[in-house]
């Protein structure tokens, strides 16, 4: 592939992070093509679905509703849940090692596009129980 591939990349040109929830593709990631300051990319979470409150201990993350309605749970600096419904538009701050979940509350899927800085925490994923691999070819 031309060095300039790499900066361009759809959900479906990547293999794809799956769970019992939903998928991850992640689309900008040192390994996907060389970003270093942090990772990206797209969530899709189907109706009545989410991924369960978990942390990214070191890292921030910026969550941003693509498509779809659901309910984003951030606890604030004392530990407490803070719950509210986002759709479209929403922007989410998960602050550094701050517990957090999603849940799809709609009728459609949630299309999610988030952001890790800095990049790593996308992989402790693989470790978890009902992790699996996507294949790109598999999406088209």
Same mark, same amino acid.
């Given at each position: 592939?031309?060095? %300039?591939?790499?900066?361009?990349? /759809? @959900?479906?040109?990547?293999?794809?992070?799956?769970?019992?929830?939903? $998928?991850?593709?992640? %689309?900008?990631? @040192?390994?996907?093509?060389?970003? *270093?300051?942090? #990772?990206?990319?797209?969530?899709?979470?189907?109706?009545?679905?989410?991924?369960? +409150?978990?942390?990214? @201990?070191?890292?921030?993350?910026? =969550?941003? =509703?693509?498509?779809? +309605?659901?309910?984003?749970?951030?606890?604030?600096?004392?530990?407490?849940?803070?719950? +509210?419904?986002?759709?479209?538009?929403?922007?989410?701050?998960?602050?550094? #090692?701050?517990?957090? #979940? *999603?849940?799809? *509350?709609?009728?459609? %899927?949630? $299309? =999610?596009?988030?952001? /890790?800085?800095?990049?790593?925490?996308?992989?402790?994923? +693989?470790?978890?129980?009902?992790?699996? =691999?996507?294949?790109?070819?598999?999406?088209?």
């Amino acid at each position: 592939m031309p060095d %300039t591939d790499r900066y361009f990349h /759809y @959900p479906e040109d990547v293999d794809n992070f799956g769970f019992d929830w939903g $998928r991850l593709a992640l %689309t900008v990631a @040192p390994e996907v093509n060389g970003a *270093t300051q942090f #990772s990206a990319g797209v969530v899709t979470v189907p109706p009545g679905q989410g991924h369960a +409150r978990h942390n990214h @201990p070191g890292a921030e993350e910026i =969550i941003f =509703i693509l498509e779809g +309605r659901g309910e984003q749970m951030v606890e604030d600096e004392t530990g407490t849940p803070v719950t +509210r419904e986002v759709g479209p538009g929403c922007s989410v701050f998960v602050p550094e #090692s701050r517990f957090h #979940s *999603t849940l799809n *509350t709609g009728d459609e %899927t949630m $299309r =999610i596009f988030l952001v /890790y800085a800095p990049a790593g925490p996308e992989l402790a994923l +693989r470790d978890l129980p009902d992790f699996h =691999i996507i294949p790109a070819a598999d999406l088209t």
